[in-house]
């Protein structure tokens, strides 16, 4: 009996489909519990890779596969790639909301009627939820028993001219094939002592209450969703993976204070292969931080840390990590200030780290002294013991500290 959450803890795109990859040998059930098709997990396996947005990433493992009531499904999406990754099993929740055309083509109107852009994938995602709360959104249930979407009032309150007569039919019998109470079924699998890994999209800081805000996502991304958005009890959860770069990245729009620009982001970009997975946008980097890393330890309850792309900083000639926020001048480990108040980082300077042929060292789990100052400065920052280090895409570029 085992119930284990990877959760991001920065802005996405930590590596979450690589560690969900490397772990789940130990699980018999992978679980999405949030977000929707923005999601982009990628997993290299054998040299070629592959990019899950809605099935969990331990897809290519063989595992029993659960979508929870929590998660924004685009029925199209989700049938193309579960025609790619052929999955042997897949069970999706009748609570779950449906992601219709209108939605998606709201999420491109409010990008154009807010004044500041997000950046958003513009899968949707933000009407999804938002219509769910005006309680006009369909469920997976609804499109299975081929109910069609009737916004009717929203449709002319928006402009919208497209007609979803029949849309659900296209849909219907693939979602009653795949429809299940995975709330249930999951609490079972537990009992019968089943190990259960709960998969989250997105990072701590898109997270719609806890991150930066109105530059988030709109379904909750942090550990303690698992018991809404896949209707498992948080009790029974003891075990919650935080997931981290060596470094920071950000897609979209919103506050970045150790942002990075120039010839040094260009490296980074480029090393770390720094471009959305679901939308190819190239990504915004900049230098580690440890306080908002500290503060996503904190909401998520964090029990082990896996530290992600360290090879990307070897062979910068500088290494820098923010420590502190200044306010004022007053340094503080206080990130919750920085939603409202700008900081000035305060950075430690680190050794850079050589080139390394990272492949020998992760084999021989030596890695050179630099990175293990940046291992312990993660370690005593947050309080958490750092897991797993990574440095390279495939699985056996990792090695367990
Ligand atoms: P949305 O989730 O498409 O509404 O986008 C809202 C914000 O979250 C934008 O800045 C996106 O770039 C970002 N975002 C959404 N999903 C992901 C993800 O899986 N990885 C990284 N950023 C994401
Ligand atoms: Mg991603």
Sequence with gaps: MKATVVVGLQWGDEGKGKVVDYISDQYDAAVRFNGGANAGHTVVLNGKKTVFHLIPSAALRGKLLFIGPGVAVDPQRLIDEYNEVKPGHLLVDPRATVTTPFDIWLD???????????GTTGRGI???????????SPRVCDVAMGKDPDFGPLYSAFGYSGDLNGWSK?????LRQHMGDVSQELLSLYESGKALLFESAQGTLLDPIYGTYPFVTSSNTIAPYVSIGAGFPFNKVDDVVGVMKAYQTRVGAGPFFTELSGPMADRIRARGNEYGSTTGRPRRVGWLDLVSVRYAVRLNGVTRIALMKLDVLSGLERLLVAVRYRYNGKATVDFARSLYEQPEPEYAELDPMPETDWASAIRSG???REALGLVELVERETGVKVWLVSAGQERAM???M
């Design 170 to 174: 296209m849909y219907s019998e693939f």
């Design 126 to 136: 933000g009407p999804t939820y938002a219509n769910r709360l005006y309680r006009v």
């Design 108 to 118: 491109g109107k409010l990008e154009e009627l807010r004044g500041s852009r997000i």
């Design 398 to 400: 990792s090695v367990e």
């Design 366 to 368: 030596r890695l050179p």
